[in-house]
């Protein structure tokens, strides 16, 4: 059992930079992969970007791959994602999702712990 609870979405210009931020409480963090996710309305929900629990291998979607970066810092039980030259095609609701032992992971139901999300919102 545990809480995940993402923060750092807003409103940016192409072209600009955000990092979000997952915070976890409530489980061992260290012993987790973590992934990010993202939906919008109507659409099915995309995977962007997982790490393994060791924190050693990253993974990233095509879409986002050299822009985005994944990273996991134990000491504070977060996770972040760095996001950088963003585009109208990035808005989304991202949300960040946790896996007991996770190597990879880019389908939505390896995943049972799930934080509510955090808008982004890329204009032209």
Known sequence: QGQLVESGGGLVQTGDSLRLSCAASGLTF????????????????????????????????????GRFTISKENAKNTVYLQMNSLTPDDTAVYSCAARLYGIGGSTPTDYDRWGQGTQVTVSS
């Open 30 to 65: 260290y012993q987790y992969g973590m992934g990010w996710f993202r939906q919008v309305p109507g659409k099915e929900r995309e995977f962007v970007a997982a790490i393994d629990w060791t924190g050693d291998n990253t993974y990233y979607a095509d879409s986002v791959k």
